[in-house]
C-alpha cells in the first residue's frame, strides 16, 4: 500500500529520499495516552552539500490506533502521515543547519551509551515533542531542571502519572525508567539537572546514570 502511495507523489519531492519503509514499532507519545508516532523523517549524514532523509511509517502505532478508534482509517492515515513526514524532508532541505545538530546528537547520544563524556544537554537538539521532553532516535529525554536531586520524582507517560525514587547524587543525572506501559521503543530517561551556567558551555561531562523501576500512582 505504501509503495503504492509512494508511486502518487511527484518525483521532485521524492528528491534525497534514501527509503520509506514500515517498521513494526508502536512508539506511544510521552505524555498523551491517545497519541501514537505514526511516522518520522530521519536525516541521514551523507555529507554537507546533501540533504538525505529515510522516512518511515510504524505499523505498530497505526496498529494501537486502530484498536481504540472503531472508525480508524488505515488508508486515509498512512496518506497523511506519508506526506507529513515528506513535507519535513523538504523544509530540511531549505534549512540544513537544522539537520548538523541532530546529526550532533545522535553522535553524542551514542557516546552516552557506550559510557564516554559527552554533552549534558544535547538531547534539546533533537526533536522538542512536548514541553521539557525531547526524542533522539527512539530514547526519550524527560528533562527537569532542579537545584539538587530530590528524593521522589512524578512524571507522566503515555496519559498514566506515576512516581520514582531518584537516588541522591551529584548532578546531571539521567535515570533511566523500568516498568512504564507501553514501552517506549529506545529508553526513556529523567534527566535532572542545574540551570547552566557559563562555565558548562565549553566542557563535555559524563553525567551520573542510573535505573529505576516507576510506579504507578493511579
Known sequence: MIERMAADIPEEYLEGIAAIDVSPKTIPHPTRGDVYTLGECIPIDVGPDHVTSRVVLYHGSFQALSEEQLDFDWREEAWETLLHELRHHVEWRARSPKLEEYDWAVEQNFARHEGHA????????GECIDNGIFRVEDDIFIERIVSRAPEEAEFVWHGKRYAV?????????????????PPPAGEAILVFRRRPGLRDLFRSVRPIDRSARAQPID
Do not use: K
Not at 118 to 125: E, M, W
Not at 165 to 181: A, F, K, N
Open 118 to 125: 559527552h554533552d549534558p544537554v544535547f538531547y534539546r537538539a
Open 165 to 181: 525514587t531518584v537516588p541522591s547524587v551529584d548532578l546531571p543525572l539521567y535515570l533511566v525508567l523500568d516498568g512504564i506501559e
